[in-house]
């Protein structure tokens, strides 16, 4: 993704764009790749008008001359970005005060709830996408999986979910293997997946919201007797979930795809955390969702660590992965080149593994 976006980056130069509009240029860059292209656009303002489109404040602090707001496909706030706070352009998007959710909990236990030995995994093109990976997570942890777009984040969390095959390696989920039981059997002993293509894989957007909750129990006891779903209980279950996770939309009888990409993400959270997990897999839980929605998924998988659920995190946003770990790992080429306490994290050193550099 991030090669990507820079050959339009490029090529939009080369025509000779007057005009550049950016939606969310950084998401799939490293914070060093990041810095350099904040660079490149102040120098290029000399020659053309450039709209930055983006949720991470502090890069619109430090690129934009004006903000505009909009909430709820409405104009809020326009005015010069020099005279507010991120804290206060972070009430203008929301309507309120925001709070930047953080681990503060007591160390994770030492019992392993999620290992991973050796797994080697082709990609949709043929190639070695992880390549000999090894990774631990613990009861009560959340780890941390940072790296840039493209280095195995996919097909590991495809892998996890029973989605994609392994060529070597084994897995276990609270010491039973899963290696290759498929999907149906990976979620019957406990995995929960936030996909992060939350359209095509999390929901079935023409189906209504109250269905999209029950879609990985719809065939239990709970919900269906004799091949028959039960109705009313579905609808109930709905409507507790609704309230739990501020689920906004008309009705549960809804389509799921007429909601806001928030509300999308909060029914996949609320469908995979109400199975109380034994481990969750989160790929970018708050990609392209704004900052309330965010801090509340933060919250709930805050929450999840605390009933000693193992989390694994992935995420290419660092100051979510800094605020939420226990413990970080760097995933480069198939491979984790190194895992630490977040506590000892910054950006420059995650930067330079994310980029491969390792220093001894």
């Not at 609320?270 to 034994?278: F, I, N």
């Not at 990609?287 to 995420?315: C, K, P, T, W, Y």
């Amino acid at each position: 993704m991030g090669e990507q976006q820079r050959v339009e980056l490029v090529k939009t130069l080369c025509l000779g764009a007057r005009l550049l509009i950016l939606d969310e240029p950084t998401s799939a860059l490293t914070p060093q790749e990041t810095d350099d292209l904040l660079e490149r656009l102040k120098r290029m303002t000399a020659e053309l008008t450039i709209i930055f489109i983006s949720h991470k404040l502090n890069e619109v602090k430090a690129l934009s001359d004006r903000v505009t707001i909009l909430r709820h496909g409405t104009v809020v706030f326009n005015g010069q970005t020099a005279d507010h706070s991120t804290a206060e352009l972070a009430a203008l998007m929301t309507g309120r005060e925001v709070t930047v959710p953080r681990n503060s909990g007591a160390a994770a236990s030492e019992r392993s709830i999620l290992a991973v030995r050796g797994l080697r995994v082709r990609g949709d093109r043929g190639h070695l996408a992880l390549d000999g990976l090894d990774l631990e997570l613990r009861a009560g942890e959340i780890l941390g999986l940072a790296g840039v777009s493209g280095n195995g984040q996919r097909e590991l969390a495809d892998t996890l979910a029973g989605l994609r095959p392994l060529e070597a390696g084994t897995i276990h989920l609270d010491g039973e293997e899963i290696s290759g039981c498929g999907p149906r059997g990976v979620i019957a002993r406990g995995m929960g997946y936030i996909p992060e293509d939350r359209h095509h894989e999390g929901v079935v957007p023409s189906f209504s919201v109250k269905e999209n909750l029950v879609l990985k129990d719809f065939a239990s006891g709970r919900f269906s007797r004799a091949s028959l779903l039960k109705l009313g209980e579905i609808e109930r279950n709905a409507s507790r979930l609704r309230e739990r996770f501020d689920i906004r939309c008309s009705s549960t009888a809804a389509a799921t795809g007429s909601l806001s990409g928030g509300n999308i993400q909060k029914v996949i959270l609320a469908r995979e955390l109400a199975r109380k997990p034994r481990a969750l897999v989160a790929v970018y839980p708050t990609r392209g969702v704004d900052m309330g929605a965010g801090e509340f998924i933060h919250n709930q998988l805050l929450a999840l660590r605390e009933a000693s659920a193992g989390i694994l995190l992935i995420s290419e946003e660092l100051e979510e992965i800094m605020n939420l770990s226990d413990r970080i790992a760097v995933i480069y080429e198939g491979r984790i080149l190194a895992v630490f306490p977040s506590r000892e994290a910054t950006r420059e050193k995650l930067g330079l593994l994310m980029a491969g550099v390792v220093r001894a």
